[in-house]
């Protein structure tokens, strides 16, 4: 080697690649103002549509008056589901093999349902044009409660057969949609039945909404010369998107084009298919002008898909010391008017047979119904991989009711039953196979950081104190340790409407020695440019910031299934790492012959390729790709580029300990969080700044969802919280401070062994944050509570405890 | 989210404003920072075809410190919480404009409009019976005042007659001990329940005693036989729960997203307890 080449290692920190804390590249327009939303879309000519929505959680449309909102200047067209029948697009498939009106056909199911589209020159007047739409309604009976709606008389869905079954098998009842099983019912009862110590509880995860900062949009723009449809819009999974806009309208695909621009956050609740897409396509291809729909704050938290709302009934036994012998489970899911819930398609309860966390249990039964209600259709997995964070809370509350059954400390639970590191790969009772895990390590690690032996000791005095009458603040000690399954995934048995859950990556080196990718994902805010740079820059040996990455744009992109799940880095990532190796393989060759030896001759050293034995002989990347571009190479077409689609062999199983530490005012409801410790093993650690932001954003939703963010329903079916007045949103005051920390313990099957993260933060936050307030009650005698536990909720369980004297 | 349309005026002096508010009657509503009544425009609550901006309207500027304090009532919360002459004769201002909604709401929200909007959920009505203030208002026929405990009558209902515009409150530098106690859900919120206290000191006895409650009733409460109960007194444990208990008899909450009646009462008797605990530390 001759003195001008810099160490290896300091050539590696040119690149920054894996495990650089590399600054965001995006955050350079985001903090500058220069970021292209939907909302910032403007085209000439372009109109604007707004919704007449139903007062109504249930109603017939009696009739539907639209000539004032035409009479109104400007107004150029009133949308009703009459207009949308010829064309069949009154309806419109779900991804959960349901369907759903697009407006108002006959009927209203759920408050704020679409039931006219109004069309104007600008947004004022399309809002004007909808307060003129008159529709007269005959109220329905009301059904909030999914228990109740199995049992009543009231139809909900007219347009079912009920005797039919649904997409997912028999319906039992006229207001079930379906049922889902897994695992082994008679042999887990039996297990149960025979046990030592069993603890039954109903656990419910209420019904909560992503609440990006940006709101569901669109434009919609047909060229009606060459025939070509453009579609800007919020989707979380455009190309996924544009299939469907052809299956449903009839276009060949080749002549629609999908471009999600910069998206503000979308948390699952921009994974579907929305009617105001659906009408604004219709509308421009109507009108031959673009045509926006953005919606509003109250419309996004009505009407586009909530989360959760999953009733689950449990049962977990044990021997006397301790050891969990069996898991039962059966949940009420209450999906509202239409099942809209964004699973892969043979999932209709997502991967909620992932309750069994991170506890080595032998037996277990899952049963889930799915119901309709007079609520909004959704079901989307909020920040989390489908119905994780329902399954990581299920456990790990049974969790602790059990430890309570046993009188036993519940970290001390947890340890005894976790999955041991040399039973990985490790199947579970409910059918997964968990890649790699190290949960002991992790565990203790946690345990030692926040001092736990000493703040039980603590704890036992402040009961002391309170019991005394010296304080009024009791002290909860919220522990979790939660597994999540992501990376959808396989396409043996991973997909949506028939689109295999895979995802790709096209790289093209440019002669100079930078790049290109384009990927089929789409970032919401994750920072995809910043991380999938990265990743190529270790595999190819380019610096990352010499490496553009492109995503979004159906007619530029490779086919992928999007961005949500944590599936971006599992599958999209392995995608990149795959296809860098193709690049690095041809670069090999070209070296070879440029070095003048076999191909075998020459390694690759971070950045070049060099002779073995005879590292000053060597060809830069950089030398390399100019070469592709400039030699005539026997044997070796010019030009350097590859892609990679990535079908992953299995999914990954990130995991972490989390300990929260929470004092509560007994009187007033308040809380407050000393300390939140949050360890991650997310595997390989891509960029370490990245997923301490991700850490942070979600354990800060997680507050939220446990703490107080709720929609919450009145008997008649109006929306309670439908302003940011009462859906909590927190902001920086509310925020506690978070410590992080990780382990890593890579997955096998990963290119890079890495695992995704963006999600664990609200799958194990959730748990943690309740299980303090559960724990601060616990040597009162509470066993459960439902969230959110806002201040009058803690309120009401100190006053049911008769902690108020 | 989408207001209707409306014509809009910024005047320059409050003649004008009155003359427009004479000439629209109903269909005309001024507007100072806007916090409260945009969001009924957007929300379509409110449909207002004339808005009278009073932002232009020097006379309804300025803080005049003293004796008798006035504040305009264009006035914003930020500049209650930035003036330090303010904030030594009048604390318990800018300890109450902290706790309203959160920084850029204070940049634009107003003590006029907070006061004269009636709106239970805001902090100033309480904070203003709590200080005995007295409300200048101004109409085609002139000036006149209205004390702030004769103000309100139910939400949105209050003396002002719809040709008259805020123009300053005006009170008495507190004397004493002071504490204004608010518990709500999250920065932005209106009070789960919130007390006003002031109470001054005689040796170790209390002189006089002021307690005023926001978002317990659909008016403010101030509660005089509250009050009454700490006077002459210690201000014992036991006094203290006299006054919470008269209190209670005095406010009339309605359940919400933020709690049931009983719990509210409950929260309502802990802010008290703990404002006057604290206005007494003070005095």
């Known amino acids: ?805 | 989210m989408i207001p209707a349309a409306f014509d809009y005026y910024r005047p320059n002096d409050l003649d004008g404003v009155i003359s427009l508010l004479q000439e629209h009657g109903d269909d005309a509503r001024v507007i100072a920072g806007g916090h409260s009544l945009i969001p009924l425009m957007k929300l379509r609550m409110a449909e207002v075809p004339h808005l009278i901006d009073l932002q232009s309207i020097e006379e309804l500027t300025g803080i005049e410190n003293g004796a008798r304090i006035r504040i305009g009532a264009m006035t914003t919360q930020a500049d209650i919480i930035d003036n330090a002459s303010l904030a030594s004769s009048a604390p318990i201002l800018k300890e109450a404009s902290l706790q309203i909604a959160d920084p850029q709401v204070r940049y634009m929200g107003t003590v006029g409009g907070n006061v004269a909007n009636g709106d239970p959920g805001n902090d100033m009505p309480g904070l203003m019976q709590c200080l005995d203030a007295t409300f200048i208002l101004r109409g085609p026929n002139g000036g006149r005042e209205v004390k702030a405990r004769d103000f309100y009558h139910a939400a949105y209902m209050t003396e002002r007659e719809d040709d008259e515009v805020m123009v300053a409150v005006t009170f008495d530098a507190p004397k004493g001990g002071y504490a204004y106690e608010k518990q709500k859900r999250k920065i932005g919120d209106y009070a789960t329940a919130a007390a006003a206290v002031i109470i001054s000191k005689d040796g170790s006895k209390c002189k006089e005693a002021s307690i005023a409650m926001t978002n317990l009733s659909d008016t403010p409460v101030f509660c005089g036989a509250a009050s009454d109960c700490l006077i002459g007194t210690s201000v014992s444990a036991e006094d203290i729960k006299n006054a919470v208990n008269s209190m209670i008899d005095a406010i009339d909450p309605a359940e919400d997203n933020r709690g049931p009646v009983e719990f509210k009462k409950h929260a309502a008797a802990v802010v008290l307890s703990r404002a006057i605990e604290r206005a007494w530390q003070r005095a």
Request: with cysteine; proline share 5%.
């Open chain 1, 1 to 805: 080697m001759n003195d001008m080449t810099p160490d290896r290692n300091e050539r590696k920190a040119n690149l920054k690649g894996l495990g650089s804390s590399r600054k965001r590249v995006e955050d350079l327009r985001f903090t500058q103002g220069k970021g292209n939303y939907v909302d910032d879309i403007k085209l000439e000519g372009m109109l604007h549509g707004d919704f007449v929505r139903s007062p109504y959680a249930h109603a017939r449309i009696k009739s539907i008056n639209t000539d004032a909102a035409m009479a109104l200047d400007g107004v150029l067209a009133v949308l009703t589901a009459k207009d949308l029948e010829p064309l069949g697009l009154h309806w419109m498939p779900t991804l959960a093999g349901d369907k759903q009106m697009v407006l108002a056909d006959g009927k209203v199911l759920f408050q704020g349902q679409e039931v006219a589209y109004v069309v104007a020159k600008d947004r004022y007047i399309a809002a004007d044009g909808a307060e003129l739409v008159e529709v007269e309604y005959e109220e329905l009976p009301v059904l909030v409660d999914p228990f109740e709606a199995l049992k009543s008389d009231v139809i909900l869905r007219e347009d079912l057969d009920p005797k039919a079954d649904g997409a997912h098998g028999p319906r039992k009842h006229h207001n079930h949609i379906f049922t889902w099983e897994v695992g082994e019912k008679e042999a887990t009862e039996q297990v149960i039945d025979s046990s030592d110590v069993v603890a039954e509880e109903m656990v419910y995860y209420h019904r909560t909404h992503p609440c990006p900062l940006e709101t569901c949009g669109c434009v919609a723009s047909m060229d009606k010369v060459n025939g070509k449809l453009t579609l800007y819009g919020t989707f979380q999974a455009p190309h996924a998107i544009r299939t469907v806009v052809s299956l449903i309208s009839g276009l060949e695909e080749h002549n629609i084009r999908v471009i999600s621009p910069d998206i503000g956050g979308g948390f699952g609740n921009k994974v579907g298919a929305y009617p105001g897409y659906v009408c604004s396509v219709v509308a421009s291809i109507v009108t031959g002008l673009p045509v926006k729909w953005v919606e509003d704050r109250m419309e996004n938290l009505m009407t586009t898909a909530f989360a959760r709302d999953y009733w689950m009934k449990g049962k977990i036994s044990a021997t006397k010391e301790g050891k969990i012998t069996g898991l039962w489970c059966h949940t009420t899911a209450d999906h509202g008017g239409f099942d809209a819930c964004a699973d892969p398609t043979k999932f209709p309860a997502g991967f909620m047979n992932i309750c069994t966390g991170s506890y080595d249990i032998p037996t277990a039964y899952l049963a889930v119904d799915g119901v309709y209600t007079n609520k909004a259709p959704g079901g989307v997995a909020y920040r989390c991989s489908f119905r994780v964070t329902e399954a990581a809370y299920f456990i790990e509350r049974m969790i602790e009711v059990l430890a309570i059954e046993l009188n036993m400390d519940a970290a001390e639970l947890r340890r005894i039953n976790f999955i041991k590191q040399d039973q990985f790969p490790y199947t579970s009772a409910l059918g997964w196979e968990y890649d790699s895990g190290d949960y002991h390590t992790a565990w203790d690690k946690a345990l030692v950081a926040v001092g736990y032996d000493d703040l039980r000791k603590e704890q036992a005095q402040r009961v002391e104190d309170f019991k005394a009458g010296k304080t009024r603040k009791l002290l909860g000690i919220g522990l979790t340790h939660f597994t999540e399954i992501v990376g959808a995934g396989p396409v043996k048995n991973c997909d949506i409407l028939g689109l295999g859950m895979f995802d790709s990556c096209e790289i093209r080196i440019h002669p100079t020695g930078s790049a290109i990718a384009r990927l089929g994902t789409i970032s919401q805010g994750q920072g995809h440019a910043t991380t999938f740079a990265q990743i190529l820059a270790s595999e190819i040996g380019l610096p990352a910031d010499s490496i553009t990455i492109e995503e979004g744009d159906t007619d530029t992109a490779p086919y992928g299934l999007g961005t949500y799940g944590s599936r971006s880095t599992p599958v999209a990532g392995a995608a990149t790492a795959m296809a860098g190796r193709k690049i690095r393989a041809k670069a090999q060759m070209i070296a070879a012959y440029m070095l003048e030896v076999h191909d075998d001759d020459v390694e690759f050293d971070v950045d070049r390729f060099v002779v073995k034995g005879a590292p000053e002989r060597f060809k830069t990347m950089k030398e390399i790709a100019f070469a592709a571009y400039n030699q005539a190479i026997p044997g070796i077409e010019p030009g350097l580029e590859a892609v990679s689609y990535y079908d992953p062999p299995n999914m990954t199983y990130p995991f972490g300990a989390y300990i929260c530490v929470m004092e509560i005012d007994v009187d007033t409801g308040e809380h407050e969080i000393r300390q939140f410790y949050a360890l991650d093993d997310c595997g390989t650690r891509i960029n370490p700044m990245i997923i301490e932001g991700q850490v942070h954003g979600g354990l800060t939703e997680a507050l939220a969802i446990a703490m107080g963010q709720e929609i919450a329903y009145d008997n008649m079916g109006n929306v309670k919280t439908g302003t940011l007045m009462d859906f909590f949103l927190p902001t920086a005051w509310e925020t506690p401070n978070y410590t992080t920390d990780h382990t890593t313990t890579p997955s096998p099957h990963h290119p890079i062994g890495a695992k995704g993260v963006g999600e664990s933060p609200n799958v194990g936050g959730v748990p943690a944050f309740s299980n303090a307030v559960h724990d601060a009650f616990r040597p009162f005698g509470l066993r459960q509570v439902h969230m959110p536990h806002d201040h009058w909720r803690i309120w009401k369980t100190a006053n049911d405890l008769g902690l108020h004297g």
